[in-house]
């Protein structure tokens, strides 16, 4: 592939006009002209008037015509995604409060593959979980291609992490296994028990991805099944059940579909596959039994904040938030659980799952607000009805007057995208779509 240079480039300064900047500092990434032949390394600087500015290697402005580029390129320079990247999707310019009804909703994930079916028991494989999206654009990091990758797995033994990949927002998206036929599976991360044994519990599921900027890595948070959970709850040096709890995983290229979980031997046999939990159950009874299905992201402060879903001996789950200065390391709010079965908005639902979160401006105070969603579901029923709530402090939630909304949650996370005036909403199976009122382009 040839790379451009100045004499196929035309370099010109463009002052006084309204321009689309970067939010955050920017990582060089490869971009590409219409006709695939030519390139440039270079990072985003802005976008104004169908021409897009770039910072070369030697920092040196190089301005490009909008349709000169790629599709996948002026798309991202048309909506600079490291907002959407870090997951607290950004609302600061709605008018209003978001809509209950989605316009649009659709299917994008199937089951394909024998991965995704239970390993449980034989009648099991009837039961479909195939969902848990999580959805990030690879312009970070190494061999930053532009494209959507979808993060999904299921909850049932020996699920593992798959990867799916869109060049727009929308799809379709294509299973790893679909875009390259000698692969064996779509997993990225497959769990060492695979394909399992009738009755093993083991599985990873409900990945979170998240772009990491200080690190320059992606980090992937996902929860586990611990068969040494016996082991674990009996050490004094661990806390609460430790049945299942959430790991981190981590890389520089999400083209190369290789991540490293974060794991330690001297953990013992406490943890299995010797993973250290970043997020691990605690002594307190709401958060007992599992750590698990939590919804990370990076408020527009730079403070990490997990949205989390704990679980209790006897099987209600609860939510509430921890934070971080470097999404490594966290602090759990000491007024946890936030929203529970006995003091939700409606007390006779007794499964309670986080969303996810949007940033909706400061108010007259200089306090941020931000969107908190959550689903609701009744104890032993998986029919999760979705759920608004508003908050400055992440401590005191007001829920929405209007109720619930009419769009359908999953049992994991919700992954917001949003560009231009739509907000994506992923969740399951299914991708839904809402307009955002006040907002023209």
Known sequence: MKFWTATLVMLFVISGLP????QQ????????????????????SSFSE???VLLDE?????TIPLKSLSLADQQYAMNPSVPNNLKCVDLSDMRGQLPLVADRTKQILRRSEPWEFSTWKPEARKDDTVGYPSVVRNDRGKNADGRYYLYFSHHDPTSGIACAIADKIDGPYRKLKQIDSTLDHSLVLVNPHFPGKVGDPSHYSSPSVVWNEAEQLWFMYFHYYNHYHNAWERDPKFPGGGNQMTALATTSDLTSHQWTIVEDKSIGHVSIHDIVPVLATTTESWMYGTSSYHAMQQLPNGQWMSFLRGTDKVGLCSVGFARS???RNWELFPQNPMIRPTSGPDKTLGIYRPGFIGYLGTNAAGKPNYLVVWSESRKGADVPRVRYGYTSDFINIQPDRRGFAQWSGGDGLISPWREGNKLYLFAAKHLHIITLPGISR
């Open 25 to 44: 500092e920017e990582s060089p990434r490869l971009w590409k002209d219409s006709s695939g032949q030519f390139s440039i390394q270079a990072k985003y």
């Open 19 to 22: 321009t689309v900047t970067a």
């Open 50 to 52: 169908g021409n897009v």
């Open 325 to 327: 200065v470097d999404g």
């Open 58 to 62: 030697g920092n040196r402005e190089v």
